[in-house]
């Protein structure tokens, strides 16, 4: 009987972001000073190539994502860290396209986002969302859930629809646990049921007025997929001490690999087919490096990483492993300078047509990893016997070994660095 190998890499998704704002009570006026007008700079003159653009927003979404990963090793020690780095950033700038002020420019500045202008903030997030809007494999969809009676002011909800390709409508806050419900079956459904119950009822009430949802899931096979025969138990070293067995997928193929002396790592790259998107592992050289290497790639490009990727035979050991993890943002946006939209003095009149003080009383994440092995196995064997015909002394290449068998970090990102999907593996 014939089986095919199919290893079926399910990175599978997911995550979400929510905002929930709140009616804040009475304040007092706040007095800004008037947004500085930006300054054109030579660079702004030259970004005006679409790739440029993408490239601009994809940097600094890495930047991001590595402050945001730093945050939450933190906030969640010892635990395999798996989040969307996209998702947060797209939600949380669905929120910014409707604040004022200070609280604009926090967020601005906070998220990395590439202007201080609402048209082009929506535009480069346009840009990667149009670019998978018929992806059959990574799907993003933006929804908001309006208070019932309430009306979305015009720009922001025009923003929303057409930038945002986001969806408006209305429940009764009031009514929270059928509000929770209509909201959660909505990510459900977005995300192959693997995201549920994001948003628990006591978030809502009668103070809620909005909540901003972005959805992301991704189901993508490996160009070259692991041969489900050669999975066996191998071992995964905790630390120098413990280790655990765990099922061990084994593959030699071509991969773009590359030494990193100055991380004390190694990264390789793992396509996905029919598709621009790959796993990006950086391996620690130590068992317990793991935390080093965060420290270092704090300060590391992403694109200082890719650029050092060269093709080589790779004999690669990939841990299957699934990974699930939850977190309420607030800490952590306060800890990168985003304070204000939490406060009284939070300023989102740009977003409803009354005029209510608003503020963010939740941002909820969750997201959800698996890489795995489905589907069936082929055998066959063939052997060509090929000898030289005269004696080389010509070394054959000798294969990189890139051994995943100790705690290390990975990103799932686009090829021109769009950071989807970030996270660890430590434990088991
Ligand atoms: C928000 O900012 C606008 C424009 O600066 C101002 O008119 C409004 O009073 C502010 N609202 C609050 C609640 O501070
Ligand atoms: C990266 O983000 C930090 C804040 O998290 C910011 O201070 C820094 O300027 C950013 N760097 C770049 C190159 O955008």
């Not at 933190?74 to 996209?86: D, G, I, M, Q």
């Not at 790639?297 to 993890?325: G, H, M, N, W």
């Not at 090929?386 to 290449?397: K, M």
Request: charged share 20%.
């Amino acid at each position: 009987m014939q089986r095919l190998l199919q290893l079926d890499v399910r990175v599978t998704l997911s995550l979400l972001l929510l905002l929930l704002l709140l009616q804040a009570p009475t304040q007092l006026a706040q007095h800004h000073s008037p947004n500085p007008s930006p300054i054109p700079s030579s660079s702004d003159a030259m970004a005006n190539t679409e790739a440029n653009n993408v490239a601009e927003f994809s940097r600094r979404l890495a930047n991001f994502s590595v402050s945001l990963y730093g945050k939450l090793i933190a906030l969640k020690p010892n635990t395999n860290v798996v989040f969307s780095p996209f998702s947060i950033q797209t939600c949380a700038a669905m929120a910014r396209l409707g604040a004022v002020g200070d609280t604009a420019d926090e967020l601005d500045r906070g998220l990395g986002l590439v202007s201080s202008d609402v048209g082009k903030i929506a535009e480069s997030f346009h840009q990667v969302l149009a670019a998978y809007e018929k992806s059959s494999i990574l799907r993003i969809a933006n929804k908001l859930y309006v208070m019932k009676d309430y009306e979305l002011a015009d720009e922001f909800n025009s923003l929303l629809a057409k930038q945002f390709l986001s969806t408006a409508e209305n429940v009764d806050f009031t009514l929270s646990a059928q509000a929770a419900g209509t909201i959660n079956k909505w990510v459900e459904q977005q995300t192959n049921s693997l995201i549920k119950d994001l948003v628990p009822a006591s978030l809502l009430g009668e103070r809620t007025r909005l909540v901003l949802i972005n959805a992301i899931h991704f189901k993508g096979n490996w160009v070259h997929q692991f041969p489900e025969h050669a999975t066996r138990n191998e071992r995964f070293h905790l630390n120098e001490v413990d280790g655990v067995d765990v099922p061990m997928m084994n593959l030699k193929e071509r991969f773009r690999y590359a030494n990193l002396p100055e991380l004390d790592a190694a990264a390789l790259e793992l396509p996905y087919k029919d598709s621009d998107l790959s796993m990006l592992i950086v391996l620690p050289n130590s068992k317990t490096g793991l935390a080093q290497l965060e420290q270092k790639l704090r300060t590391t490009p992403l694109a200082q990483i890719t650029d050092k990727l060269y093709s080589s035979q790779v004999v690669v050991k990939l841990p299957k492993f699934k990974a699930e993890f939850q977190v309420e943002l607030t800490p952590v946006f306060q800890q990168l300078g985003m304070s204000r939209l939490f406060s009284d003095n939070a300023n989102f009149s740009k977003m409803l047509k009354s005029p209510e003080s608003l503020k963010v009383s939740a941002i909820v994440h969750k997201a959800f990893i698996d890489v795995n092995e489905l589907g069936t196995e082929a055998a066959a064997a063939t052997a060509f016997v090929v000898a030289c015909r005269t004696i080389s002394f010509v070394p054959p290449p000798r294969p990189e070994y890139f051994y995943v068998n100790r705690p290390f970090f990975y990103y799932i990102a686009s090829y021109q660095g769009v950071a989807l999907f970030a996270g660890n593996m430590q434990k088991f």
